[in-house]
Protein backbone atom coordinates (compact mmCIF):
# COMPACT_ATOMS: atom_id res chain seq x y z
CA UNK A 1 0.00 0.00 0.00
CA UNK A 2 1.19 3.10 -1.39
CA UNK A 3 0.25 6.71 0.68
CA UNK A 4 -0.06 10.21 -0.52
CA UNK A 5 0.91 12.19 2.26
CA UNK A 6 -1.89 15.26 2.27
CA UNK A 7 -0.30 17.56 -0.51
CA UNK A 8 2.70 16.85 -0.43
CA UNK A 9 5.32 15.02 -3.33
CA UNK A 10 7.81 17.47 -4.25
CA UNK A 11 5.55 18.88 -6.86
CA UNK A 12 7.02 22.61 -6.98
CA UNK A 13 5.13 23.45 -10.21
CA UNK A 14 1.29 22.94 -9.25
CA UNK A 15 -0.88 25.72 -10.25
CA UNK A 16 -1.24 27.92 -7.21
CA UNK A 17 -3.54 31.06 -6.64
CA UNK A 18 -4.45 33.41 -4.82
CA UNK A 19 -8.10 33.16 -3.74
CA UNK A 20 -8.82 36.84 -5.70
CA UNK A 21 -8.07 35.04 -8.97
CA UNK A 22 -11.16 32.91 -8.65
CA UNK A 23 -12.70 35.90 -10.75
CA UNK A 24 -10.95 34.32 -13.83
CA UNK A 25 -12.54 30.87 -13.47
CA UNK A 26 -16.15 32.40 -12.46
CA UNK A 27 -16.41 34.92 -15.80
CA UNK A 28 -17.74 36.96 -13.48
CA UNK A 29 -17.30 41.09 -12.54
CA UNK A 30 -16.35 41.75 -8.98
CA UNK A 31 -15.70 45.13 -6.69
CA UNK A 32 -12.65 45.28 -5.20
CA UNK A 33 -12.71 44.23 -1.37
CA UNK A 34 -14.98 41.21 -1.83
CA UNK A 35 -13.02 39.43 -4.55
CA UNK A 36 -13.14 36.30 -4.57
CA UNK A 37 -15.26 34.65 -2.21
CA UNK A 38 -18.62 35.01 -0.96
CA UNK A 39 -17.23 33.73 2.72
CA UNK A 40 -14.38 36.18 3.00
CA UNK A 41 -15.47 38.47 5.03
CA UNK A 42 -17.43 36.02 7.44
CA UNK A 43 -14.56 33.71 7.57
CA UNK A 44 -12.08 33.99 10.04
CA UNK A 45 -9.27 36.26 9.11
CA UNK A 46 -6.34 33.52 9.05
CA UNK A 47 -8.89 30.78 7.13
CA UNK A 48 -9.14 34.06 4.32
CA UNK A 49 -5.17 34.48 4.53
CA UNK A 50 -4.28 30.92 4.20
CA UNK A 51 -7.08 29.61 2.03
CA UNK A 52 -5.07 29.96 -0.85
CA UNK A 53 -5.92 27.59 -4.44
CA UNK A 54 -4.01 24.94 -4.60
CA UNK A 55 -4.26 21.84 -7.03
CA UNK A 56 -3.93 18.41 -5.36
CA UNK A 57 -2.74 15.62 -8.47
CA UNK A 58 -5.51 14.66 -10.21
CA UNK A 59 -7.69 17.99 -9.00
CA UNK A 60 -8.59 20.98 -10.42
CA UNK A 61 -7.56 24.21 -8.35
CA UNK A 62 -9.67 23.52 -5.21
CA UNK A 63 -9.45 25.97 -2.06
CA UNK A 64 -6.96 24.62 0.50
CA UNK A 65 -7.88 24.66 4.04
CA UNK A 66 -4.70 22.78 5.31
CA UNK A 67 -2.06 20.55 3.42
CA UNK A 68 -1.72 17.81 5.55
CA UNK A 69 -4.23 15.59 6.26
CA UNK A 70 -5.66 17.43 3.01
CA UNK A 71 -9.13 19.47 3.22
CA UNK A 72 -9.92 21.39 0.13
CA UNK A 73 -12.88 23.01 -0.54
CA UNK A 74 -14.70 23.54 -3.89
CA UNK A 75 -15.44 26.58 -5.44
CA UNK A 76 -19.27 27.49 -5.59
CA UNK A 77 -18.62 28.25 -9.50
CA UNK A 78 -18.57 24.58 -10.03
CA UNK A 79 -21.80 24.33 -8.40
CA UNK A 80 -23.40 25.72 -11.34
CA UNK A 81 -22.95 21.97 -12.83
CA UNK A 82 -25.72 19.65 -12.07
CA UNK A 83 -23.53 16.69 -10.92
CA UNK A 84 -19.95 18.07 -9.62
CA UNK A 85 -16.99 16.80 -11.61
CA UNK A 86 -15.01 14.22 -9.91
CA UNK A 87 -11.91 16.48 -10.22
CA UNK A 88 -13.66 19.84 -8.43
CA UNK A 89 -15.27 17.50 -5.44
CA UNK A 90 -14.01 18.37 -2.49
CA UNK A 91 -11.03 16.23 -0.24
CA UNK A 92 -11.78 15.72 3.28
CA UNK A 93 -9.37 13.36 5.61
CA UNK A 94 -8.58 13.08 9.32
CA UNK A 95 -5.16 11.61 8.56
CA UNK A 96 -3.16 10.75 5.90
CA UNK A 97 -4.65 9.04 2.21
CA UNK A 98 -4.74 5.67 1.58
CA UNK A 99 -3.53 4.44 -1.37
CA UNK A 100 -5.17 1.01 -2.26
CA UNK A 101 -5.16 -0.95 -5.46
CA UNK A 102 -8.29 -2.22 -6.93
CA UNK A 103 -6.69 -5.60 -7.35
CA UNK A 104 -5.47 -5.71 -3.49
CA UNK A 105 -8.38 -4.33 -2.23
CA UNK A 106 -10.75 -6.90 0.62
CA UNK A 107 -13.79 -6.47 1.92
CA UNK A 108 -13.96 -7.79 5.33
CA UNK A 109 -17.70 -8.83 7.16
CA UNK A 110 -17.34 -10.18 10.68
CA UNK A 111 -18.87 -9.54 14.12
CA UNK A 112 -21.72 -10.44 16.45
CA UNK A 113 -24.29 -9.40 14.32
CA UNK A 114 -23.41 -11.81 11.06
CA UNK A 115 -24.08 -15.65 11.17
CA UNK A 116 -21.24 -15.86 9.07
CA UNK A 117 -18.23 -13.85 8.41
CA UNK A 118 -17.64 -13.10 4.34
CA UNK A 119 -14.34 -11.66 2.71
CA UNK A 120 -14.80 -9.90 -0.63
CA UNK A 121 -12.59 -9.02 -3.89
CA UNK A 122 -13.71 -6.66 -5.37
CA UNK A 123 -14.69 -9.37 -8.42
CA UNK A 124 -16.70 -11.55 -5.96
CA UNK A 125 -18.25 -8.45 -4.81
CA UNK A 126 -19.75 -7.49 -8.41
CA UNK A 127 -20.15 -10.44 -9.46
CA UNK A 128 -22.50 -11.71 -6.77
CA UNK A 129 -24.38 -8.90 -6.24
CA UNK A 130 -27.01 -6.49 -8.44
CA UNK A 131 -25.36 -3.23 -9.06
CA UNK A 132 -27.34 0.14 -7.83
CA UNK A 133 -26.91 3.25 -8.06
CA UNK A 134 -27.82 6.74 -6.61
CA UNK A 135 -27.46 10.74 -7.15
CA UNK A 136 -27.14 12.05 -3.87
CA UNK A 137 -25.53 15.42 -2.36
CA UNK A 138 -21.99 14.59 -0.19
CA UNK A 139 -22.19 17.25 2.91
CA UNK A 140 -19.37 17.07 5.44
CA UNK A 141 -20.86 17.69 8.59
CA UNK A 142 -18.62 20.92 9.28
CA UNK A 143 -19.58 22.76 6.15
CA UNK A 144 -20.05 26.25 6.50
CA UNK A 145 -18.67 25.53 9.62
CA UNK A 146 -16.30 29.04 8.76
CA UNK A 147 -19.60 31.16 8.93
CA UNK A 148 -20.23 30.49 12.28
CA UNK A 149 -20.55 33.72 14.70
CA UNK A 150 -19.11 33.37 17.34
CA UNK A 151 -16.18 31.04 15.18
CA UNK A 152 -15.99 27.81 16.77
CA UNK A 153 -12.68 25.89 16.18
CA UNK A 154 -12.35 23.15 13.48
CA UNK A 155 -11.53 22.94 9.63
CA UNK A 156 -12.63 26.82 8.92
CA UNK A 157 -15.09 25.75 5.44
CA UNK A 158 -16.98 27.84 3.37
CA UNK A 159 -19.85 26.12 1.37
CA UNK A 160 -17.51 24.57 -0.50
CA UNK A 161 -17.41 21.40 1.79
CA UNK A 162 -20.11 19.74 -0.54
CA UNK A 163 -20.97 18.13 -4.01
CA UNK A 164 -23.74 16.32 -5.78
CA UNK A 165 -22.70 12.77 -7.83
CA UNK A 166 -24.23 9.58 -9.03
CA UNK A 167 -23.10 6.61 -6.94
CA UNK A 168 -22.54 3.61 -8.26
CA UNK A 169 -21.91 0.08 -6.90
CA UNK A 170 -23.32 -2.54 -4.73
CA UNK A 171 -26.13 -2.49 -1.95
CA UNK A 172 -25.04 -2.63 1.49
CA UNK A 173 -28.31 -4.27 2.22
CA UNK A 174 -27.38 -7.34 -0.12
CA UNK A 175 -24.02 -7.65 1.27
CA UNK A 176 -25.15 -7.75 4.80
CA UNK A 177 -27.92 -10.29 4.08
CA UNK A 178 -25.19 -12.31 2.45
CA UNK A 179 -23.32 -12.88 5.59
CA UNK A 180 -26.94 -13.49 7.46
CA UNK A 181 -28.19 -11.07 10.31
CA UNK A 182 -28.96 -12.26 14.18
CA UNK A 183 -31.75 -11.02 15.88
CA UNK A 184 -29.11 -9.00 18.09
CA UNK A 185 -27.58 -6.88 15.15
CA UNK A 186 -27.46 -3.30 16.31
CA UNK A 187 -25.54 -1.15 13.84
CA UNK A 188 -22.89 -1.43 11.34
CA UNK A 189 -19.35 -0.31 11.74
CA UNK A 190 -17.15 1.14 8.79
CA UNK A 191 -13.17 1.21 9.28
CA UNK A 192 -11.67 2.58 6.29
CA UNK A 193 -7.98 2.07 4.96
CA UNK A 194 -6.73 4.99 6.77
CA UNK A 195 -4.78 5.25 10.29
CA UNK A 196 -4.39 7.77 12.98
CA UNK A 197 -0.99 9.04 12.76
CA UNK A 198 0.13 8.83 16.35
CA UNK A 199 -1.69 6.72 19.10
CA UNK A 200 -5.16 9.03 18.37
CA UNK A 201 -8.51 7.40 17.62
CA UNK A 202 -8.97 5.07 14.08
CA UNK A 203 -11.71 7.20 11.91
CA UNK A 204 -14.38 4.56 12.20
CA UNK A 205 -17.58 5.47 12.08
CA UNK A 206 -21.57 3.42 13.05
CA UNK A 207 -24.57 2.88 11.04
CA UNK A 208 -27.69 2.12 12.28
CA UNK A 209 -29.46 -0.87 11.19
CA UNK A 210 -32.64 0.63 9.37
CA UNK A 211 -30.04 3.08 7.64
CA UNK A 212 -27.41 0.05 6.85
CA UNK A 213 -30.53 -1.64 4.88
CA UNK A 214 -32.18 1.07 3.18
CA UNK A 215 -31.72 -0.08 -0.67
CA UNK A 216 -30.54 3.41 -1.19
CA UNK A 217 -26.88 2.86 1.47
CA UNK A 218 -24.48 1.77 -1.21
CA UNK A 219 -20.90 0.55 -0.93
CA UNK A 220 -19.87 2.77 -4.16
CA UNK A 221 -16.74 2.20 -6.53
CA UNK A 222 -17.72 4.79 -8.69
CA UNK A 223 -18.85 8.27 -8.46
CA UNK A 224 -20.57 10.06 -11.83
CA UNK A 225 -19.64 7.03 -14.03
CA UNK A 226 -15.77 6.85 -13.46
CA UNK A 227 -13.29 5.28 -10.36
CA UNK A 228 -13.45 7.06 -7.46
CA UNK A 229 -10.79 9.33 -7.01
CA UNK A 230 -8.00 8.76 -4.01
CA UNK A 231 -8.62 11.25 -2.57
CA UNK A 232 -12.70 11.14 -2.47
CA UNK A 233 -12.43 6.97 -1.13
CA UNK A 234 -11.26 4.85 -3.46
CA UNK A 235 -11.39 1.80 -4.27
CA UNK A 236 -14.73 1.96 -2.26
CA UNK A 237 -16.50 4.14 0.37
CA UNK A 238 -19.72 3.63 1.65
CA UNK A 239 -22.71 5.94 0.53
CA UNK A 240 -25.28 6.80 3.10
CA UNK A 241 -27.65 9.45 1.13
CA UNK A 242 -29.18 12.12 3.02
CA UNK A 243 -26.59 11.48 6.33
CA UNK A 244 -23.57 13.99 6.35
CA UNK A 245 -20.23 12.75 4.65
CA UNK A 246 -18.92 11.60 8.03
CA UNK A 247 -20.33 8.27 7.56
CA UNK A 248 -19.38 7.89 3.91
CA UNK A 249 -16.22 5.90 5.25
CA UNK A 250 -13.62 6.35 2.22
CA UNK A 251 -11.16 3.45 1.03
CA UNK A 252 -13.86 1.12 2.76
CA UNK A 253 -11.82 -2.43 4.28
CA UNK A 254 -14.33 -3.83 7.38
CA UNK A 255 -17.42 -4.41 8.22
CA UNK A 256 -18.52 -4.81 11.67
CA UNK A 257 -22.08 -5.95 12.46
CA UNK A 258 -22.83 -5.19 16.69
CA UNK A 259 -24.80 -6.35 18.89
CA UNK A 260 -23.70 -3.17 20.97
CA UNK A 261 -23.29 0.96 20.49
CA UNK A 262 -20.47 1.27 19.20
CA UNK A 263 -18.00 3.14 21.45
CA UNK A 264 -14.92 4.90 19.14
CA UNK A 265 -14.27 7.88 19.45
CA UNK A 266 -15.78 9.45 16.28
CA UNK A 267 -18.99 8.40 17.46
CA UNK A 268 -19.03 9.10 20.78
CA UNK A 269 -17.20 11.98 21.71
CA UNK A 270 -17.00 13.89 18.32
CA UNK A 271 -19.75 14.51 15.40
CA UNK A 272 -22.08 15.43 18.04
CA UNK A 273 -24.74 17.87 18.31
CA UNK A 274 -26.85 18.92 21.76
CA UNK A 275 -29.53 16.78 22.35
CA UNK A 276 -33.21 18.07 20.61
CA UNK A 277 -31.13 21.23 19.33
CA UNK A 278 -31.90 19.81 15.82
CA UNK A 279 -34.83 17.32 16.00
CA UNK A 280 -34.44 13.54 16.54
CA UNK A 281 -31.01 12.14 15.45
CA UNK A 282 -32.85 8.79 13.80
CA UNK A 283 -29.96 6.92 15.49
CA UNK A 284 -31.15 6.38 19.12
CA UNK A 285 -28.58 3.49 20.48
CA UNK A 286 -25.85 6.52 19.67
CA UNK A 287 -27.99 9.09 21.45
CA UNK A 288 -26.77 10.11 25.48
CA UNK A 289 -28.95 12.60 27.63
CA UNK A 290 -27.04 15.05 26.38
CA UNK A 291 -26.31 14.67 23.26
CA UNK A 292 -26.95 13.14 19.82
CA UNK A 293 -25.11 11.92 16.87
CA UNK A 294 -25.63 14.45 13.91
CA UNK A 295 -27.08 12.42 11.32
CA UNK A 296 -29.45 13.97 8.69
CA UNK A 297 -28.37 17.13 6.90
CA UNK A 298 -30.96 20.02 6.79
CA UNK A 299 -32.55 21.59 4.59
CA UNK A 300 -30.38 24.02 2.69
CA UNK A 301 -29.84 26.31 -0.48
CA UNK A 302 -26.81 28.08 -2.62
CA UNK A 303 -27.13 31.11 -4.52
CA UNK A 304 -24.20 30.03 -7.41
CA UNK A 305 -24.65 32.69 -9.95
CA UNK A 306 -24.06 35.29 -10.03
CA UNK A 307 -21.75 35.49 -7.92
CA UNK A 308 -21.89 37.30 -4.43
CA UNK A 309 -20.81 40.90 -5.62
CA UNK A 310 -21.15 40.64 -8.75
CA UNK A 311 -21.73 43.95 -10.71
CA UNK A 312 -25.02 43.79 -12.53
CA UNK A 313 -26.04 45.75 -15.21
CA UNK A 314 -28.87 47.78 -14.79
CA UNK A 315 -32.04 46.89 -16.45
CA UNK A 316 -30.18 43.98 -18.26
CA UNK A 317 -32.76 40.62 -17.29
CA UNK A 318 -30.39 37.97 -15.68
CA UNK A 319 -31.05 34.64 -14.44
CA UNK A 320 -29.97 33.90 -10.91
CA UNK A 321 -28.59 30.35 -10.36
CA UNK A 322 -28.75 28.61 -7.06
CA UNK A 323 -29.37 24.52 -5.36
CA UNK A 324 -31.00 23.68 -3.09
CA UNK A 325 -31.21 20.35 -0.96
CA UNK A 326 -32.43 18.31 2.38
CA UNK A 327 -31.38 14.88 3.72
CA UNK A 328 -33.69 12.75 1.56
CA UNK A 329 -37.33 14.05 2.02
CA UNK A 330 -37.03 16.03 -1.61
CA UNK A 331 -36.96 19.82 -2.30
CA UNK A 332 -40.96 21.18 -2.50
CA UNK A 333 -39.85 24.78 -3.15
CA UNK A 334 -37.50 27.69 -3.30
CA UNK A 335 -38.50 31.29 -2.36
CA UNK A 336 -36.61 34.59 -3.68
CA UNK A 337 -36.75 37.69 -1.87
CA UNK A 338 -35.94 40.68 -2.87
CA UNK A 339 -37.06 43.54 -0.06
CA UNK A 340 -34.93 42.04 2.93
CA UNK A 341 -37.85 39.29 3.47
CA UNK A 342 -40.69 40.87 3.26
CA UNK A 343 -41.84 39.61 0.22
CA UNK A 344 -40.96 35.88 -1.06
CA UNK A 345 -41.45 34.81 -4.69
CA UNK A 346 -41.44 30.99 -6.34
CA UNK A 347 -38.41 30.19 -8.25
CA UNK A 348 -38.47 28.01 -11.21
CA UNK A 349 -37.13 24.15 -9.44
CA UNK A 350 -35.18 22.57 -12.46
CA UNK A 351 -35.56 18.95 -13.08
CA UNK A 352 -35.62 16.29 -10.01
CA UNK A 353 -32.58 14.57 -10.28
CA UNK A 354 -33.96 12.45 -7.21
CA UNK A 355 -34.39 12.91 -3.62
CA UNK A 356 -31.13 12.85 -2.06
CA UNK A 357 -29.73 15.20 -5.20
CA UNK A 358 -29.75 18.79 -5.06
CA UNK A 359 -32.24 20.22 -7.22
CA UNK A 360 -31.22 23.28 -9.04
CA UNK A 361 -33.34 26.28 -9.71
CA UNK A 362 -34.06 29.78 -11.65
CA UNK A 363 -35.03 33.45 -10.74
CA UNK A 364 -35.20 35.79 -13.21
CA UNK A 365 -34.50 39.51 -12.46
CA UNK A 366 -34.26 42.75 -14.56
CA UNK A 367 -32.70 45.51 -11.57
CA UNK A 368 -33.93 48.84 -12.30
CA UNK A 369 -32.12 50.47 -10.16
CA UNK A 370 -28.66 51.10 -9.56
CA UNK A 371 -26.70 50.68 -6.22
CA UNK A 372 -26.85 47.91 -3.61
CA UNK A 373 -29.24 45.55 -4.08
CA UNK A 374 -29.90 42.10 -1.94
CA UNK A 375 -31.31 38.26 -2.87
CA UNK A 376 -32.21 35.72 -0.60
CA UNK A 377 -33.15 32.35 -1.12
CA UNK A 378 -35.05 30.23 1.03
CA UNK A 379 -35.58 26.85 0.52
CA UNK A 380 -38.40 24.63 1.44
CA UNK A 381 -38.32 20.84 2.12
CA UNK A 382 -41.25 18.33 1.12
CA UNK A 383 -40.78 17.39 4.98
CA UNK A 384 -42.41 20.61 5.77
CA UNK A 385 -38.90 22.07 7.23
CA UNK A 386 -37.18 24.52 6.05
CA UNK A 387 -34.35 27.36 6.19
CA UNK A 388 -33.43 28.98 9.19
CA UNK A 389 -33.09 33.22 9.77
CA UNK A 390 -30.60 32.74 12.33
CA UNK A 391 -27.85 30.67 13.04
CA UNK A 392 -28.68 27.87 15.60
CA UNK A 393 -25.04 27.76 17.58
CA UNK A 394 -23.86 24.73 18.70
CA UNK A 395 -20.19 23.92 20.09
CA UNK A 396 -18.86 21.91 16.67
CA UNK A 397 -19.86 24.10 13.86
CA UNK A 398 -22.91 22.15 12.16
CA UNK A 399 -25.92 22.35 10.18
CA UNK A 400 -25.67 26.33 9.44
CA UNK A 401 -28.72 26.50 6.97
CA UNK A 402 -29.03 29.94 7.51
CA UNK A 403 -31.08 31.59 5.09
CA UNK A 404 -28.49 33.40 2.50
CA UNK A 405 -28.26 36.97 1.71
CA UNK A 406 -26.08 38.12 -1.51
CA UNK A 407 -24.75 41.16 -2.37
CA UNK A 408 -24.93 42.72 -5.63
CA UNK A 409 -24.16 45.65 -7.24
CA UNK A 410 -26.17 47.06 -10.06
CA UNK A 411 -24.72 49.79 -12.50
CA UNK B 1 -8.53 -9.51 14.00
CA UNK B 2 -4.36 -10.16 13.79
CA UNK B 3 -4.00 -9.60 10.35
CA UNK B 4 -5.79 -5.91 10.67
CA UNK B 5 -3.90 -4.84 13.17
CA UNK B 6 -0.52 -5.60 11.44
CA UNK B 7 -1.89 -4.29 8.23
CA UNK B 8 -2.58 -0.96 10.38
CA UNK B 9 0.83 -1.19 12.42
CA UNK B 10 2.61 -1.48 8.78
CA UNK B 11 0.23 1.50 7.02
CA UNK B 12 1.18 4.06 10.42
CA UNK B 13 4.72 3.11 10.12
CA UNK B 14 5.09 4.08 6.51
CA UNK B 15 3.19 6.95 7.01
CA UNK B 16 5.14 8.42 9.47
CA UNK B 17 7.86 7.77 7.31
CA UNK B 18 6.05 8.97 4.23
CA UNK B 19 5.50 12.69 6.34
CA UNK B 20 8.56 13.07 8.00
CA UNK B 21 10.39 12.80 4.32
CA UNK B 22 8.05 15.03 2.44
CA UNK B 23 6.76 16.98 5.15
CA UNK B 24 8.41 20.15 3.67
CA UNK B 25 7.27 20.18 0.07
CA UNK B 26 3.90 22.62 0.11
CA UNK B 27 3.86 23.38 3.62
CA UNK B 28 6.98 24.97 3.63
CA UNK B 29 4.89 28.08 2.03
CA UNK B 30 3.36 28.46 5.53
CA UNK B 31 4.82 31.09 7.38
CA UNK B 32 4.14 31.76 11.14
CA UNK B 33 5.62 34.51 13.16
CA UNK B 34 9.00 34.00 14.36
CA UNK B 35 10.19 33.81 17.93
CA UNK B 36 11.53 31.44 20.60
CA UNK B 37 8.31 29.66 20.45
CA UNK B 38 7.97 28.69 17.58
CA UNK B 39 10.46 25.83 17.17
CA UNK B 40 8.57 24.29 19.64
CA UNK B 41 5.22 24.83 17.70
CA UNK B 42 6.60 23.26 14.35
CA UNK B 43 7.81 20.36 16.44
CA UNK B 44 5.16 19.51 18.20
CA UNK B 45 1.89 20.66 15.80
CA UNK B 46 3.74 19.11 12.83
CA UNK B 47 4.35 16.03 13.82
CA UNK B 48 0.55 15.52 12.76
CA UNK B 49 -0.57 18.53 10.96
CA UNK B 50 0.66 21.09 8.33
CA UNK B 51 1.00 24.40 10.19
CA UNK B 52 -2.41 26.03 8.56
CA UNK B 53 -4.55 24.49 10.94
CA UNK B 54 -3.11 27.38 13.43
CA UNK B 55 -3.60 30.53 10.79
CA UNK B 56 -7.17 28.84 9.79
CA UNK B 57 -8.20 28.68 13.38
CA UNK B 58 -6.97 32.62 14.23
CA UNK B 59 -7.22 34.77 15.31
CA UNK B 60 -10.78 34.06 17.26
CA UNK B 61 -9.64 31.52 20.32
CA UNK B 62 -8.98 32.96 23.70
CA UNK B 63 -5.80 31.25 25.65
CA UNK B 64 -8.66 28.76 27.29
CA UNK B 65 -9.73 27.56 24.14
CA UNK B 66 -6.21 26.84 22.93
CA UNK B 67 -5.31 25.58 26.12
CA UNK B 68 -8.33 23.14 25.27
CA UNK B 69 -7.34 22.31 21.55
CA UNK B 70 -3.67 21.69 22.61
CA UNK B 71 -4.68 19.24 25.38
CA UNK B 72 -6.99 17.30 23.07
CA UNK B 73 -4.14 16.83 20.92
CA UNK B 74 -2.18 15.52 23.84
CA UNK B 75 -5.03 13.39 25.57
CA UNK B 76 -6.92 12.47 22.42
CA UNK B 77 -4.13 12.16 19.28
CA UNK B 78 -1.51 11.85 21.31
CA UNK B 79 0.87 14.12 20.84
CA UNK B 80 4.20 12.90 22.65
CA UNK B 81 4.33 16.85 24.91
CA UNK B 82 5.32 17.62 27.79
CA UNK B 83 3.22 19.89 30.34
CA UNK B 84 5.96 22.46 29.44
CA UNK B 85 5.65 21.98 25.56
CA UNK B 86 1.99 22.42 26.37
CA UNK B 87 2.59 25.73 28.40
CA UNK B 88 5.20 27.10 25.69
CA UNK B 89 2.76 26.12 22.66
CA UNK B 90 -0.04 27.37 24.42
CA UNK B 91 1.52 30.81 25.18
CA UNK B 92 3.36 31.29 21.52
CA UNK B 93 -0.60 30.67 20.48
CA UNK B 94 -2.41 32.78 22.31
CA UNK B 95 0.13 35.33 21.46
CA UNK B 96 0.42 35.78 17.86
CA UNK B 97 -3.02 33.77 17.25
CA UNK B 98 -5.24 34.17 19.79
CA UNK B 99 -8.11 36.43 19.75
CA UNK B 100 -7.62 39.86 18.65
CA UNK B 101 -4.23 39.40 17.97
CA UNK B 102 -3.51 40.77 14.50
CA UNK B 103 -4.73 38.87 11.13
CA UNK B 104 -2.86 36.35 9.88
CA UNK B 105 0.02 37.26 6.97
Do not use: V
Given at each position: MRLICGANGGNMDRRKFILGSTSALTGGLFLPGIVGSATAQDLPAGAVASGILDALPGKRPLIKRSFRPPNYETPVSYFREAFTPNDAFYVRWHSAVPDVALADWRLRISGPGVKSEREFTHDTLRRKFKSAEVAAVNQCSGNRRGLFNPHVAGVQWGFGAMGNAVWSGVRLKDVLEDAGLTASALEVVGNGADAPTLTGPDFVKSLPMWKALDPDTLIAFEMNGEPLPTWNGAPARLVAPG????????ALADLTVTDKPFEGFWMKTAYRVPKGMFGASGFESQDTEQNSPITAIKVNSLVVDPAPGAVLERGKRIEVLGIAWDGGSGIRGIEVSLDGGKTWRDAKLQRDLGRYSWRQWRYAIKPEQAGAMTLMARAHARDGSTQTDTLVHNPAGYHHNVVQKVDYHVA | MSHKHAVRRAVTSVMLAASIAT???????IRLTEDAGLPQVQASCSMCHSLDYILMNSPFQDKAAWEKTVNKMVKVMGAPMTADDVAAVVAYLDTHYGKGAPAAP
Open positions: WTATYWIK | AAADESS
